[in-house]
Structure formats: structure tokens, C-alpha cells
């Protein structure tokens, strides 16, 4: 048979490599930032742009689709020419998909601080982003289906299934999760409000996780492993299994986020069952991964690499197994809201992507240089000092989620919470957060000796930008292919639809019912819109991203409702576009914040949190006491509400702007008699007025043996 010639392309993957380097080192340094700042918040050094609720998406959106989507493109562009044998389909869509990739993420990195977000957690960038990733995606994936079809292999290698998985996967994620109605060029407004939008956001949320940070890596580490290892993938049988079981099983798990929630208790229960149907396809792709190093252990030792892509392998199943356990509603019921999160999600970014990013570089630059590793001992330094700061980071979280868990939940003898001050639990778990920052200092450190290490490493070589490559032509279609997968594997285009059929069904069954069925989602007749002052203060409450520290749903448990009110009700969300439920709560919960405090308490919390809370770790806000409101888009936001469903009259609509002021006013006279002065026009005025409006319509009254709790943060 004749061999044909052809070059594979290095630059884009050594472009990709690059990037992934550099904007680990930026989104690294950011969360090491934002973890003092809830230690000293002092370190809020560029004011209002600084803050940890503004800063907070730039770090995560950094670490997922900078370092992480580098790092995946690095991986898959390398990988993906080797298993098809062919060049990638076009040089030219290439170098568009590396180029409009970072000018999303450079563009998120301005937008984030600015306080323009959606405040969808992984998902904050505006519209106008939102489009310019679509179609950054698209170039992507025609690239990679125009190299799939032009391939020489006829058998799709398992690699490229994941990949083609991640493809469509996060592309219906992405279109589903960004549907708005923009108000402005960096405004828009969710057509989803309430349940409806917190079941569509983790349903996005926790498969960005699986088709974003696991699906491309398990792709990468069917070829990468057995590379390092010299050694074939375990089980053929087992890699069809797990990949088909985890793309079907996977997209039903979201749910499992809103345990205890408004969320229909249906849909709860089969984000649970599927969560715990998916260890079983999680761990089959650990263990087809480990026993692939059956033989290799002796090379494991003295391999950086290979050490690297264990602890990936071993941080991967420590993940897949705590996310099913953190479903199950015992366990849910202490952990969630806590620091177990905090510590469950950097196990599976510092373990297991982190480590596998850092072996595959390792492994592939040398590689595309044509030199050897400068060294071995600095990258086996890295490894320990890396590992310590995955254990450092992660031992005090699990220590201070089980603090918190723990202190929320305690009742004295006589019936009454014990720690009724949020506060109290803050300041107590502030050495454990000493310890996380610890922790992670050690990890970006590791990371600048490897930046180090590489950097000497392409010094000493040469780029090879066309490695010369040779392989048969495609060869003709075997009808009798014993294997019926086998068969499927040379059909890209049915492959990618009955993925695409596998990841629909979870969602179809869990979004339609929820959306179309009225029972789901009761109305309640005493929940009104929100005023346009209001609404006004809710945008603030966002732009400043609030939601980052702050839950606004209550669960019904005793301890919940004895320190915060009545229970969240799935009728009072129905005018909420987006959703503020949070994920976290490093302040208390404020569903039931309205009318508890008088309008001066919320005037000095902003302005200086100390006074309100002595040792408290919020940032003060004195930004909004100095800048006016603008109200110059209220009328255009009302109506793009109405559009939405929001009963906003016409009248209404019309004086939007009048009837801000007048309630502005009243604020500002309340004000008055307590000896703060303050003009109507300023945010801080907006915000009381959203505040003081949260779970007052249909607020139960405290009963008398409840705590008023006056102090909490």
C-alpha cells in the first residue's frame, strides 16, 4: 500500500502550550489573592475593582476556559493529527480558534472586575461575550470535523470519542445556559426566572464540570498515558463501557446541586440516583487508566510524568467519588454551602486537571523541540511541592466545612441555636483559610518552577513547526467488522448524533416537565415585581457579585429557619431573572433579610462592615455612597422584564424613573433621622431598597422563643 506524506502542525499546539502556561500563572494568582482577601480583606487594593465578588468569576473563569481550555486544545490538537493521521484541517482556522480564544478570555478579564456579569456561576460573561465564544467554538469544531473526515485512520481512536462528546456536549450546554434578552451592549436579563433558571444554570454548571473538565482530559489521557507508560490502554471493552455509560449518566446529576432547595422534589430525586449511578463509569475510567501502568511501575518512579498523571488519575477518583457521596441528602444537608465544596472542586482542578495539564507539558514540549526535559529534578520538585499544596489546600477545607457544618446546626439545651451569630463560625474557621492560602502558594509555586523548567527546555531546542509524517491512505470499509462498535467507530457523523441523543435525554426529562407543568412552580399571589428602585439595587447587588458570598434560599430545616426565617417557597423566585441562590455561603443567607434591620444598619454595613460586625471579612463599599445611580436604563429594563413575563403596566414602565426618585426619597428622610446624610441619587439608596425588600411578601413573623440574632454579618 502507498504511503502518502504529509506534516503535522506544532505551532498551534506550542501556541496552545504557551497560553496554558501563562494564564495558569495569571488565574493561580488570582485565586491565591482572592483566598487572603477572606483572611485579610484589606487586600482589596484597587477598590471597587478588586473586591472578592468581582474578582472571584475572573479567577474561576481564568483557571476553567484560560488554563484549563488551553490546555484542552494543546492536548486535542497534538493528540487528535496523531490518532487520525492526518494534518489538522485548516492552519487558518486554527490561528482564528487560538487568537479569538484569548481575546474571550482577555475580554472576560476587563468585563469580570468591571462588574459587568450575569452572575451564572462559570457562565458570568455578557452577551456580547457569550457570542464571540459560540463562535470560537463553531471554528473549533468544524476544524475538528474537518479533520476527522480527511482522516487516514479509518477507526476512530477513544480519544477522539471524548472529544467529539466534549464538542457537542458544551455546545448545547452553552447555547441553553446563554439565552437573554439584552437590555444594553453589556446588559441582558435571563428569559429563565427563579426554579426554572437555578435548574438550567447547574444543569449547566455541573456538566461544564463533566464535558469541559473531564471529558476532554479522560480523551487526553487514553493517548497521553499509554504514550508516557509505553504501554497499551488496559481494556478496549472497558473504554467503550465507561465512555458511553458517563456521557448518558452525567447530564442527569445537575439537580443534585439543589438538594433541599424550591427545586421539585421529583427532579431532586433523579439528580441524586444518577449521581450515584455515576461512580461506577467514573471509576471504570480511573481503573482503565491505572492498570494501563500495569508493568510501568518501575518507570513511574523515576517518570515526573508519570507521577504527575497518577496523582491526576487518583485526585480524578477521589472527585467522582465525593461528588455522588456530597448528593446523597444526609450528607448534602451538613456539607453543601460549606467549604467542602470549596475543597471537593480544587481536588479535581488541582488533582486532576492541574497534574495532568502539568504532565502532558512536560511530556509534548520537549517533544515538538526536539530536546530533552532541561530537568528531571526540578520537574520532581515541582510534583512534591505541588502535592503538598493540593493537601495543604484541600485537609483545612474538609476541617472547615465539618466546622461549619457543625456550628450552624448546634442547639443549646434549651432549644436555641447556639451560634446564632453567622460570625461566630467565620472567625472560627479563619486559621483553616490561613492554611488553604498556604496551600495554595505552594501549588502556584510549583507552577513558576515548571514555567522555569520549560522555558529552559524550548531554549535548548528547536520548534519542529511541520514534523514530517507518512501513513497508507484511508483504508477501504470492512463490511464485516465482527465488532458492532467497531463499525460505529469509522462513522463520525452518526457517532456525533448519537452522542448528541445520549446527552439530550436528561436534560429533555428533567427541563420540559419543570418548565410546562404549573404544579411545579406554584405562584403565590402575594409576590409582586420588584419596584424600578428595586430592581435598580438588585443590578448593584449583582454588578458587585454578592452572590459570591451569599445565598438567598433558605432550606427547611430547624436550624435554617430559626436563624434566618421562613423557608424559600418555589412562587417567590418567579420575577427573579437570574436566580440568586448561591453555591456558597461565606456570609449568612439573606432571603429574609428585608425589614430586620433598619435602613441605617445597611447604610453603615457598606460603608464600613466592622461597624455592624466587629471581625467581620467583608470589604467595605464606599464606592457606592459616592457614585450615582444610573437611571437612564430603567425604562428600557422594565420593558425587556415585561417582555420576559413581568406584569410591569404601562404606567408603570413610563414613570419608572419618578417613582425611583420618590422611593429614593422616602429612604433617604429614614436616613435623615438617624444623622446620616446622604443624597436620593447614590447607589447605596438602590441597594437598601433591594435589601430591605428581600422575602417581605410573604415573610412569616419570628415566633417569640426564636432569636432575633442582631449582629450577624
Not at 67 to 81: C, K, L, P, R
Not at 624 to 652: H, W
Not at 698 to 705: G, T
Request: charged letters at 15%; one cysteine or more.
Amino acid at each position: 500500500m502507498q504511503l502518502e506524506q504529509f506534516n503535522y502542525d506544532n505551532k498551534i499546539v506550542r501556541d496552545f502550550g504557551i497560553a496554558t502556561i501563562i494564564w495558569g500563572i495569571i488565574g493561580m494568582s488570582v485565586g491565591l489573592l482572592i483566598a487572603c482577601q477572606l483572611i485579610w480583606p484589606e487586600l482589596n487594593f484597587l477598590n471597587q475593582y478588586t473586591t472578592f465578588g468581582r474578582v472571584r468569576p475572573v479567577h474561576t473563569n481564568a483557571v476553567i476556559f484560560a488554563f484549563v481550555g488551553n490546555a484542552i486544545f494543546m492536548g486535542v490538537y497534538y493528540s487528535m493529527q496523531r490518532v487520525l493521521k492526518a494534518r489538522m484541517f485548516s492552519d487558518v482556522l486554527g490561528k482564528i480558534h487560538f487568537w479569538g480564544w484569548q481575546l474571550v478570555i482577555v475580554a472576560s478579564a476587563i468585563t469580570l472586575p468591571l462588574g459587568l456579569t450575569t452572575s451564572h456561576e462559570y457562565a458570568e460573561m455578557e452577551w456580547p461575550i457569550d457570542l464571540a465564544i459560540t463562535v470560537v467554538w463553531v471554528v473549533f469544531g468544524i476544524n475538528m470535523f474537518g479533520t476527522i473526515i480527511k482522516r487516514r485512520e479509518r477507526h476512530m481512536y477513544v480519544a477522539v470519542w471524548f472529544y467529539i462528546a466534549t464538542f457537542v456536549t458544551v455546545a448545547v450546554l452553552h447555547i441553553v445556559n446563554s439565552i437573554q434578552l439584552p437590555v444594553g451592549m453589556w446588559k441582558s436579563f435571563y428569559v429563565y426566572a427563579g426554579v426554572q433558571d437555578a435548574l438550567v444554570q447547574w444543569w449547566y454548571g455541573h456538566n461544564a464540570v463533566a464535558f469541559f473538565l473531564t471529558t476532554p482530559f479522560l480523551g487526553m489521557m487514553y493517548y497521553f498515558l499509554p504514550k508516557m507508560a509505553n504501554r497499551p490502554v488496559y481494556s478496549y471493552k472497558l473504554s467503550i463501557l465507561h465512555f458511553w455509560s458517563l456521557i448518558f449518566i452525567y447530564i442527569w446529576a445537575g439537580p443534585h446541586h439543589l438538594l433541599y432547595t424550591s427545586l421539585p422534589g421529583w427532579v431532586q430525586s433523579l439528580g441524586v440516583v444518577f449521581s450515584i449511578m455515576l461512580i461506577a463509569p467514573s471509576w471504570g475510567g480511573m481503573i482503565n487508566g491505572l492498570l494501563t501502568l500495569r508493568g510501568a511501575w518501575d518507570k513511574v518512579r523515576t517518570e515526573p510524568t508519570l507521577k504527575f498523571m497518577v496523582v491526576a488519575l487518583t485526585s480524578y477518583g477521589m472527585a467522582t467519588f465525593e461528588g455522588p457521596m456530597l448528593s446523597l441528602k444526609q450528607v448534602n444537608a451538613i456539607a453543601h454551602f460549606t467549604d467542602w465544596i470549596v475543597a471537593h472542586v480544587h481536588i479535581g482542578a488541582l488533582g486532576w486537571n492541574g497534574f495532568m495539564t502539568f504532565a502532558i507539558l512536560y511530556w509534548l514540549l520537549p517533544r515538538i523541540y526536539k530536546t530533552q526535559l532541561y530537568s528531571k529534578k526540578l520537574a520532581n520538585v515541582h510534583f512534591w511541592i505541588g502535592t503538598l499544596g493540593i493537601l495543604f489546600y484541600a485537609i483545612p477545607m474538609y476541617w472547615a466545612a465539618v466546622v461549619q457544618g457543625l456550628m450552624w446546626k448546634e442547639f443549646t439545651p434549651e432549644g436555641v441555636l447556639k451560634y446564632p451569630n453567622f460570625l461566630a463560625t467565620t472567625l472560627e474557621i479563619l486559621p483553616m483559610h490561613m492554611m488553604r492560602a498556604l496551600g495554595g502558594a505552594l501549588y502556584l509555586t510549583g507552577v513558576i518552577i515548571m514555567t522555569y523548567n520549560l522555558v529552559k527546555t524550548i531554549k535548548s531546542g528547536k520548534l519542529v513547526a511541520n514534523e514530517a509524517a507518512e501513513a497508507p491512505s484511508l483504508a477501504p470499509l470492512v463490511v464485516n467488522e465482527r465488532s458492532q462498535h467497531r463499525r460505529l467507530e469509522r462513522k463520525p457523523v452518526l457517532f456525533m448524533v448519537l452522542a448528541l441523543i445520549a446527552i439530550l435525554i436528561g436534560g429533555i426529562v428533567e427541563m420540559i416537565p419543570t418548565f410546562t407543568i404549573q404544579s411545579n412552580i406554584p405562584t403565590i399571589s402575594s409576590v409582586k415585581p420588584y419596584t424600578a428602585l428595586e430592581l435598580q439595587g438588585r443590578d448593584l447587588y449583582i454588578r458587585e457579585g454578592c452572590v459570591n458570598c451569599h445565598t438567598q434560599t433558605i432550606r427547611p430545616f430547624r436550624s435554617e429557619t430559626a436563624r434566618y426565617g421562613e423557608y424559600s417557597k418555589a412562587g417567590e423566585f418567579v420575577y427573579d431573572m437570574p436566580f440568586l441562590w448561591g453555591s456558597k455561603r461565606t456570609g449568612p443567607d439573606l432571603h429574609r433579610i428585608g425589614g430586620k434591620y433598619p435602613n441605617k444598619w445597611h447604610f453603615d454595613h457598606m460603608l464600613d462592615p466592622t461597624i455592624t460586625s466587629p471581625g467581620s471579612i467583608m470589604p467595605s463599599y464606599p464606592w457606592l455612597i459616592e457614585q450615582k445611580s444610573d437611571n437612564s436604563t430603567l425604562k428600557a429594563k422594565m420593558n425587556a422584564m415585561r417582555i420576559l413575563g413581568v406584569p410591569y403596566s404601562n404606567e408603570e414602565v413610563d414613570k419608572a424613573v419618578i417613582a425611583a426618585e420618590q422611593q429614593a426619597e422616602r429612604i433617604v428622610k429614614d436616613l435623615a433621622t438617624n444623622q446620616v446624610s446622604v443624597k436620593s441619587d447614590r447607589e447605596i439608596i438602590a441597594l437598601i431598597a433591594y435589601l430591605q425588600r428581600l422575602g417581605t411578601d410573604i415573610k412569616a413573623e419570628p415566633k417569640k422563643d426564636e432569636p432575633t440574632n442582631v449582629g450577624q454579618e
